[in-house]
């Protein structure tokens, strides 16, 4: 139902735009986020959307770099990544909640996930 593309091989400082599309209508009361692993850690947040509201919210660790829109016409939600760094270095899945959380339990749908890799 979610299908994430866009990743590839960047070099630090780079940008990336990850998209997110929604085989079906997304509502406004929905939030969309997307979420990081690395080999050997926990699925991190990184930021999330509210659909009809447009409000967002970002981590620390990308806030002022990492950048959700959405386009509703097109169901697709989107993560625009400036001034990438090495440790941006993850798999990246989109997800569905109900909620506006940075818990990745709260997300009901998930998207497979694209991997996105930072050279120094």
């Known amino acids: 139902q979610l299908q994430a593309s866009g990743g590839g091989l960047v070099q630090a400082g780079g940008s990336l735009r990850l998209s997110c599309a929604a085989s079906?209508?997304?509502?406004?009361?929905?939030?969309m986020g997307w979420f990081r692993q690395a080999p050997g850690k926990e699925r991190e947040f990184v930021a999330r959307?509210?659909?009809?509201?447009?409000?967002?919210y970002y981590s620390d660790s990308v806030k002022g770099r990492f950048t959700i829109s959405r386009d509703s016409a097109k169901n697709t939600v989107y993560l625009q990544m400036n001034g990438l760094k090495p440790e941006d270095t993850s798999i990246y899945y989109c997800?569905?909640?109900?909620?506006?959380?940075?818990?990745?339990?709260?997300?009901?749908?998930w998207g497979q996930g694209t991997l996105v890799t930072v050279s120094s």
């Open positions: 959307i509210r659909w009809g509201a447009r409000t967002t």
């Open positions: 997800a569905k909640a109900t909620v506006a959380s940075t818990s990745a339990g709260d997300y009901n749908t």
């Open positions: 079906s209508r997304i509502f406004s009361s929905a939030v």
